[in-house]
């Protein structure tokens, strides 16, 4: 090889360096950003979640005068823009499945509480996960209303059916 090839294939080669590390800051510069913003929009769903806490009861409630499970949900997820079905068997559907093992604050939990053993029939939002048995969620109990309850309780873990992921 001459001199001169040797000095184009080494320009060559560090010129593709160069843009190569550019590449590669910037799409690690994109992914914290889509984390910042995944994490920003969690809070706020949470936040909005929080906000129906103590709120009674009402089986098709929508309002702070009364709201039930899929209700609550929905009304957290709008404050994101998310749009979520209105009953909890529907939203069951929507975003990405995912293990008990790899939930995140701001994922849906689904339960079959009722009498058929497979009907989901509540949902809720996860709102932290201190370790491996005590995940907390945010939902509106037939019976306390909205409340943050272990997912691990007796109660709930029997009846976990399912979890989605729907901010990205």
């Avoid at 701001?106 to 491996?132: N, P, Q, Y």
């Avoid at 306390?144 to 709930?156: A, C, I, K, Q, R």
Wanted: proline fraction near 2%.
């Amino acid at each position: 090889m001459s001199i001169v090839n040797r000095k184009i294939s080494h320009l060559s080669l560090h010129r593709l360096t160069i843009l190569l590390s550019i590449f590669l800051l910037l799409s690690g510069c994109s992914a914290s950003r889509k984390a910042k913003q995944r994490q920003h929009e969690v809070e706020a769903v949470i936040r909005a979640a929080r906000t129906y806490t103590g709120t009674p009861y009402k089986w098709g409630g929508t309002t702070r005068s009364g709201i039930d499970c899929s209700a609550l949900t929905g009304n957290a997820f709008s404050a994101i823009q998310v749009n979520l079905p209105r009953t909890a068997d529907a939203q069951a559907l929507v975003g990405e499945k995912i293990r008990i093992v790899d939930l995140k604050p701001g994922d849906l939990v689904f339960f079959a509480t009722g009498r058929k053993k497979r009907e989901i029939t509540h949902v809720g939002i996860i709102t932290a996960v201190k370790s491996k048995n005590d995940v907390k969620f945010i939902h509106a109990s037939t019976s306390l209303g909205v409340v943050e309850t272990n997912l691990f309780s007796d109660y709930y873990k029997k009846r976990f059916r399912s979890a989605r992921r729907v901010i990205e």
